[in-house]
């Protein structure tokens, strides 16, 4: 993930929010949004997820609370640094992930994000995907079933790493290839092959 987005001081701002979600599955949510709904805006955005979890929260931003408007301002930045990195051609968008802990901790945090990300497509009004390529659809599939990932028994070996690797790229690559279909901004980017039969095979770590 971009040094621009520190995991720990969004876990920080969550944690004084009192949300229950995860950094990285708050992060997937965004680019959810994003990639469904390009035009949408930070309060926008906060509404749809984190400050609906609260009636109270909701009317403390409308009030211009000091706390919430101290969130919002946190998250302007997290919303502008994912937005930029999916709207960039340099390939440089990466998910908010936990980096030094341990294989099954991330293989969560990958499964977290990956049901933010799928609940961000359907918070930004997108129902179906008959209007896109199958390719999409076959993501979007591949998403759901990675989204169980934490429920996967690890070999305890490099092959965990190995796998962990994979999930990330395919992810990563996949988000930046819908990104093009629903707001086409720039060359296309294909998933590589050899992750995409990965993931339509068995689940290997399962």
Not at 58 to 64: E, H, K, N, V
Request: hydrophobic share 45%; with cysteine.
């Amino acid at each position: 993930m971009s040094s621009e987005i520190n995991i720990e001081q969004i876990k920080a701002v969550l944690i004084k929010l009192g949300s229950e979600l995860s950094p990285s599955e708050v992060h997937g949510t965004l680019c959810g949004v994003l990639c469904g709904k390009s035009d949408i805006t930070v309060h926008e955005w906060l509404s749809l997820t984190l400050l609906r979890e609260s009636e109270d929260a909701s009317q403390a931003i409308m009030a211009r609370d000091l706390l919430l408007e101290a969130i919002t301002e946190s998250f302007k930045n997290f919303f502008a640094a994912a937005l930029r990195s999916l709207s960039a051609n340099d390939l440089g968008f990466y998910l908010l992930l936990p980096e030094d802990d341990s294989a099954a901790v991330r293989l969560k945090a990958i499964a977290e994000w990956a049901q933010g990300f799928l609940m961000g497509l359907s918070l930004a009004g997108i129902k179906s995907f008959s209007e896109y390529s199958e390719e999409v659809s076959e993501f979007v599939e591949a998403m759901a079933s990675i989204s169980t990932a934490g429920d996967y028994d690890l070999a305890g070996d490099d092959s965990d790493e190995e796998a962990i690797i994979e999930f990330i790229e395919f992810i990563r690559m996949g988000v930046l290839f819908i990104n093009e279909e629903m707001n086409p901004i720039r060359v296309p980017v294909d998933i590589p092959a050899s992750i995409a039969d990965s993931l339509k095979s068995d689940k290997s770590m399962h």
